[in-house]
């Protein structure tokens, strides 16, 4: 069982635990393997300590300056944070000035406490972020040095980008030698532009629409910068505006690199490895619908027991894609909670319960 999180209703944890009482209501002699899963996104930290990580958690700033006691989680010399932990939206009230004034510092510190605890490989979700700042807040925690024409320094969200002139990153890079940073994100939005961060995202933060042309100016002000000192174009790229931004800034500043969330999970918990020893995978998550389709986590693990030769099944909070779509992505057969359920409100009443139910379901099936 390697479900992601149903979100709003059950942890990925919680969703093994429903699934495998699924599977022992009706194989009661069957061996069950609980493997929580994520796509490098909201749920990735509790997943990887599920798996047997080192659960930290560490005060750092704020996306508006407040402390915050952010989680996240090491296994071995792997550091696993989530931005929305230090620097997430869900720790604002969203407003024109939050939109302006979030940054992301708290994330960049987490990124250095990980170092300073002997990480030598950081996953950093990108996901969820309060801030468009273009990861200036995170590279000004670790040390780079943003500048304006005076030779001041720059702080702030993503409204003082448009006065940053220079960019220095010598400390930075000395701190992170021989560290992989590695960035996992379910978008890949332009960094700049009408599909950028702060187009496409920003009216989330609470920006209006003065506001994303001011958060726009600002990444683009930023990426010329960097342009200037890194030879990474930003501006011209069609990519780099997950995060708000930090996916490019991290990337073109620091030589950060991004991957598959799911492929990195799957490495680093030994899915193929569960897999082989199973004769069936279940997965799950709350919505099974177009964007799952696009490689999230129940289609990634689904990808991978097919590789091996071992059937897979999903069940989910609901189904909005047809029986055809889900076994093209090698999902052979699927049951909603919200078609065992009386109703969708009894179904959200009680989510463990009506998954286990789907489980129950889709196993009687086979």
Do not use: Y
Not at 338 to 344: F, G, I, S
């Amino acid at each position: 069982m390697a479900p992601d999180k149903l979100k709003g209703t059950l942890t990925a944890a919680e969703a093994a635990d429903a699934i495998a009482a699924g599977v022992l209501a009706t194989h009661p002699d069957a061996t069950v393997r609980r493997l929580p899963f994520a796509d490098g996104g909201e749920g990735t930290v509790d997943a990887v300590i599920a798996a047997g990580a080192e659960a930290r958690v560490d005060r750092v700033t704020g996306p508006l300056g407040d402390p915050v006691d952010a989680r996240w989680a090491l296994l071995g010399d792997t550091a696993v944070i989530e931005m929305a932990a230090a620097s997430g939206l869900p720790l604002v009230s969203p407003t024109p000035a939050t939109a302006l004034d979030a940054h992301t510092e708290g994330t960049g510190e987490l990124v250095r406490i990980a170092v300073a605890a002997g990480a030598r490989r950081v996953l950093l979700g990108v996901g969820g972020s309060a801030s468009t700042d273009g990861g200036a807040g995170a590279l000004r925690a670790l040390g780079v040095r943003l500048l304006d024409a005076d030779g001041r320094s720059v702080a702030g969200g993503g409204g003082s980008l448009p006065s940053i002139a220079s960019v220095d990153a010598s400390s930075a890079r000395a701190l992170l030698a021989g560290v992989e940073v590695v960035l996992c994100s379910d978008v890949a939005n332009p960094f700049v532009g009408e599909r950028g961060a702060a187009h496409v995202f920003g009216p989330q933060k609470g920006a209006d629409a003065a506001a994303v042309e001011r958060l726009d100016e600002g990444l683009r002000r930023f990426a010329r910068v960097v342009h200037a000192a890194t030879d990474v174009d930003l501006e011209t790229a069609d990519w780099g505006g997950s995060g708000g931004g930090i996916a490019g800034g991290l990337v073109a500043v620091l030589g950060a690199t991004a991957a598959d969330g799911v492929e990195l999970l799957a490495d680093l918990l030994g899915l193929d490895d569960a897999i082989r020893a199973a004769d069936l995978v279940i997965v799950a998550e709350g919505s099974l619908d177009e964007q799952s389709l696009m490689g999230k986590t129940p289609v990634g693990v689904a990808r991978h027991a097919a590789a091996l030769g071992v059937p897979c099944v999903a069940v989910a909070g609901r189904i909005v894609v047809s029986s055809d779509a889900l076994q093209a992505v090698d999902i052979a057969d699927a049951v909603a909670a919200v078609d065992v359920a009386p109703n969708v409100e009894a179904a959200l009443a009680e989510p463990a319960r009506w998954l286990q139910a789907a489980t129950e379901t889709v196993l009687a099936r086979r």
